[in-house]
Structures are given as C-alpha cells and as structure tokens.
C-alpha cells in the first residue's frame, strides 16, 4: 500500500508475478494495523486441505 519510508508502491507488474500473487493471496501484506481480512483467505485454505 505504499506506507513505508521508501515511498515504493506495488503495480501491477509485481501483483502478477507468481511469487509476490501468492503472497498477497496468502495474506502476507495484509494491514496488521486494521481488521482487513482477506477475501481470498477460505479459498486458499480450502485449496490446501485438497
């Protein structure tokens, strides 16, 4: 999201590379400042218990 020091903010370029999407679908970047949950979160864990 861009709240950092550096000023960095993801495109869409880096959403899409297999490692960084599985991490946001992951719920890796989620705001641990919030109560943002990951709408893709039962998915993924359904995939996995498969």
Known sequence: MGDNDTGWTADLFWLVRPTNFAKVLSGKYNDK?????????????????E
């Open 33 to 49: 400042k919030g109560n943002i949950r990951n709408p893709y979160e039962d998915f993924i864990n359904e995939t996995i218990k």
